[in-house]
């Protein structure tokens, strides 16, 4: 089930939050476990056992890591979640290719089960979760959760399923056991809701059409203009794809009594690559900070030590995304910016007159690696980045019927595109503080952005059954 979905919309989510708001609070956890289990098993209903097993063994461990503490204990949480994120990641990317031949000597049955396996829907989120939490138990950070209803709803909560964001057990550990429902919050959720819905359809899938269209073109057959068309939206379509889910689960968690972690800081604004992770996936690059990058620092190399302790927390967080040598690379280069920034590029850029130098730079470097994290291949990504540069020496003719919808830019494309160069900008905390400043228009205006808001939805709805259903980027990781 995706929260893009007629399904989700107007069956799932309406009966849910009646449900949920009329129970008691002690008696919400319960009613949303059932949400999230009914939500996760529409999916796939086998996948559910997996969760449901990594739920009883984290919560066991987390309770003899308290109670009767071993030196195994943390080595072998780390073992089943990192392997069993690990396995279904290699599976996701070669399937039985990775048992490497042996196939044809295990049982039929054996073989069968392997060829129905799926990725585990929000595998990789709560992978992450649920080992912040063992590691916070074991370092006294946190209490172990004792009531396996709380627990299990904080694992399943299926607001933050699909896209995350890596919510850490201590912020919500308060607030979970019979959570509290305020007008405001709910009303702010509500909008929130809305935003992350609007710019979900209205603008991601939007500048999806043409993006995908340009980028299922082998390289020969497109032009200079096409490819830059296509990265820059490719840059928009995943940020507002992806923050539009983050608002839509920071929206739900609101009308459900629960703060989630903001993921988003207007990433594009950004003045270096390490400024961007500032700012972007907010609660995936503070996770890698705290419980990777700490660590190896305090073991650091005596030579170069920091710089290698940056690249393996940018090729695991390449890895994290799909065991692929694109995502590899992404990280990589994200990693290798950095290390530069911190050995000499922020020094040599930190004049304020600078400031439009280090802005062109973090775009530049960030355009070149979402080559390599939209290309499905290696040589793909190469020949798109000649294209970019102008190498058009080989060409390819195809037919109208083979490129639709291009040569032609429809103009809601550019309407999006324009729109979300728009709102990259940071518009929305402007507004704010114009509002703040003029008090006495404050309510009308907030009627009218309610009014704006509503009319989104309907044509965000319009447009969501209209169209072909486009699921959210990050989902597949």
């Not at 082998?218 to 820059?232: D, E, G, M």
């Amino acid at each position: 089930m995706n929260f893009n979905t007629a399904l989700f919309l107007f069956l799932f989510l309406p009966i849910f939050l009646i449900a949920y708001f009329f129970a008691q609070p002690r008696w919400r956890p319960v009613v949303g476990i059932l949400g999230s289990l009914l939500f996760y098993a529409w999916g796939s209903a086998v996948n559910l056992l997996w969760m449901l097993g990594l739920i009883l063994f984290n919560y066991w461990l987390g309770l003899r890591l308290k109670d009767k503490p071993a030196k195994w204990l943390l080595p072998l949480g780390l073992l089943v979640n990192v392997g069993l994120l690990a396995f279904f990641k290699l599976f996701a990317a070669y399937g039985l290719d990775l048992f490497l031949g042996l196939t044809p000597y295990f049982p039929t049955r054996l073989t069968n089960l392997l060829t129905a396996l799926t990725f585990p829907l929000g595998l990789s989120y709560v992978s992450f979760q649920v080992i912040s939490y063992l590691l916070d138990v074991n370092k006294g950070t946190v209490q172990p959760e004792r009531n396996l209803v709380t627990f299990a709803f904080y694992v399943l909560l299926f607001p933050k399923l699909l896209v995350g964001p890596i919510v850490r057990y201590r912020t919500l550990a308060d607030s979970l056991p019979a959570p509290t429902l305020e007008a405001d919050q709910v009303a702010d959720g509500v909008r929130r809701f809305l935003r992350g819905f609007a710019k979900k359809i209205l603008i991601a899938d939007v500048l999806a059409r043409t993006v995908n269209a340009i980028f299922v073109l082998p390289v020969a057959a497109s032009t200079p203009a096409y490819a830059w068309l296509a990265l820059v939206g490719y840059a928009l379509q995943i940020f507002f794809d992806f923050s539009g889910y983050t608002d839509m689960a920071i929206g739900l968690a609101a009308m459900m009594g629960l703060r989630f972690i903001e993921n988003f800081n207007y990433p594009y604004t950004a003045q270096s690559i390490s400024d961007f992770w500032r700012r972007w996936h907010i609660s995936l690059s503070s996770w890698f900070r705290d419980y990777v990058f700490y660590p190896l620092e305090r073991k650091r190399l005596p030579v170069a030590g920091q710089q290698i302790n940056v690249l393996v927390v940018f090729l695991l967080t390449g890895l994290w995304h799909g065991v692929t040598i694109g995502f590899v690379i992404w990280g990589l280069l994200h990693g290798f910016f950095l290390v530069i920034e911190g050995l000499f590029l922020n020094r040599w850029l930190k004049a304020d007159w600078l400031r439009p130098v280090r802005h062109l730079y973090t775009l530049s470097a960030l355009l070149l690696t979402w080559v390599f994290f939209r290309a499905p291949s290696l040589g793909y990504a190469l020949d798109f980045l000649r294209l970019l540069v102008g190498n058009v020496q080989q060409t390819m003719k195809l037919s109208f019927s083979e490129t639709t919808p291009l040569p032609f830019i429809e103009p809601s494309f550019m309407l999006a595109f324009v729109a979300a160069i728009i709102l990259s900008l940071p518009v929305g905390p402007w507004i704010q503080k114009q509002l703040e400043a003029r008090p006495h228009l404050a309510f009308p205006l907030t009627i009218a952005g309610d009014l704006l808001l509503l009319t989104l939805f309907v044509l965000s709805v319009g447009m969501m059954t209209s169209g072909r259903f486009l699921p959210g980027i990050y989902g597949n990781f």
